[in-house]
């Protein structure tokens, strides 16, 4: 089992750009999570989907963020403009059902907006 | 008030010794629990549940205070392994939602 899959581990960008961050799940986990992590304020909850569909976004901090799931094995967080203030670690997590059990991170997209 | 407490620290300990970590959360509906564990620069992974009546699984011993709304980790014969940081994770009843402490971060020195 390859685990969570997120790309790219790296991602250093300008003020105003547009970042994607991508996230393959565990295949059969319905649960998936977008985390990120920061010094200050530690791991917080953007967004969650259950069978594809969002249920919950109120951690998302504002209109640029924004988060996908066309499909069971894919999603991806988008921030449009980024912002120095966004740099922080984005980790993704998925579960095969919820928080209740075991979840299961990947690797982290560390961003890092100049 | 945060949902989830935690002592930053760090501890820094001694090989051998034990140490013990404590959590606090708010939200007294909160019914499932667990410790994770994040080395530098890694991803968290899952040390253990913590269920109602203590659980201990090897070196490492997990318990949970309702009345007093903790749960605690215990390490004892500390490794230099076992330097990390210690997320403390709470869902309240109902949601599968995680809520995760900031961590405490061990330092295991020879």
């Known amino acids: 089992d390859a685990g969570v899959i997120q790309s790219p581990r790296h991602e250093v960008t300008e003020m105003g750009q547009e970042v994607t961050l991508r996230c393959k799940p565990i295949s059969g986990h319905d649960y998936l999570f977008w985390y990120r992590q920061t010094m200050m304020r530690g791991l917080e909850l953007l967004i969650y989907?259950?069978?594809?569909?969002?249920?919950?976004d109120s951690g998302m901090p504002e209109d640029r963020f924004s988060a996908k799931m066309p499909n069971a094995s894919f999603s991806t967080l988008k921030i449009q403009p980024s912002e120095p203030r966004d740099s922080a670690v984005y980790f993704c997590?998925?579960?095969?059902?919820?928080?209740?059990?075991?979840?299961?991170f990947g690797s982290g997209t560390q961003l890092s907006v100049l | 008030r945060k949902e989830v407490e935690q002592d930053p620290g760090p501890f820094n300990v001694p090989e051998g010794a034990t140490v013990a970590f404590n959590c606090t959360y708010s939200?007294?509906?909160?019914?499932?629990f667990f410790w994770y564990r994040q080395d530098c620069r890694k991803e968290p992974k899952l040390l253990m549940s913590v269920y109602s009546s203590g659980n201990e699984d090897g070196r490492f011993t997990a318990q949970l205070n309702r009345a007093s709304q903790y749960i605690s980790l215990l390490i004892r014969d500390s490794k230099l392994s076992d330097s990390a940081t210690y997320l403390c994770v709470c869902i309240p009843g109902g949601s599968y939602i995680p809520t995760f402490g900031r961590g405490t971060s061990l330092i295991v020195h020879p």
């Open positions: 939200n007294s509906a909160s019914q499932s």
């Open positions: 997590a998925s579960s095969p059902v919820g928080g209740r059990e075991k979840l299961f």
């Open positions: 989907f259950n069978n594809n569909v969002p249920i919950d």
